[in-house]
């Protein structure tokens, strides 16, 4: 079963950093570009910051400076580092990749798969 399980997520303080993880599971072909997302209550999903395969990414212009996307390709996992955390920050964060893999049969090349998200809430 190909999935994406997010962990890292918590309780911190304004100020304070996290680091949020994403392993892809279910595929011996990888991840070709991953995300990550959020969605506070009440609004939006909003898109955070990416990664291709190649390393290349970008972030979302309220989170430029302050967090970090990576990945391990070899691990097929991805990895947002959140530093400087600010209240507004606070939402449900979402893993999104485009995932090849073989399943019944079929070949499914580059297949956007969601993870279930991990909550992250700033509060002093």
């Known amino acids: 079963q190909v999935q994406l399980v997010e962990s890292g997520g918590g309780l911190v303080q304004p100020g304070g950093s996290l680091r949020l993880s994403c ?21 939006q999903r909003e898109l ?12 979302a212009d309220s989170v430029k400076g302050r967090f ?8 097929n996992t991805a990895y ?5 955390l600010k209240p507004e920050d606070t939402a449900v964060y979402l893993c999104n990749a485009e995932l090849t ?18 909550l992250v809430t700033v509060s002093s």
């Open 23 to 43: 392993a892809a599971s279910g595929t011996s072909y990888g991840a070709n570009a991953m995300a990550w997302y959020r969605q506070a209550p009440g609004e």
């Open 80 to 84: 947002l580092q959140m530093n400087s």
């Open 48 to 59: 955070v910051a990416t990664i291709t395969s190649g390393g290349n990414t970008n972030y």
């Open 101 to 118: 893999y073989y399943s019944g049969g079929y070949f499914y090349r580059d297949v956007e798969v969601w993870g279930q998200g991990t």
């Open 68 to 75: 970090t996307i990576s990945r391990d390709n070899a691990k």
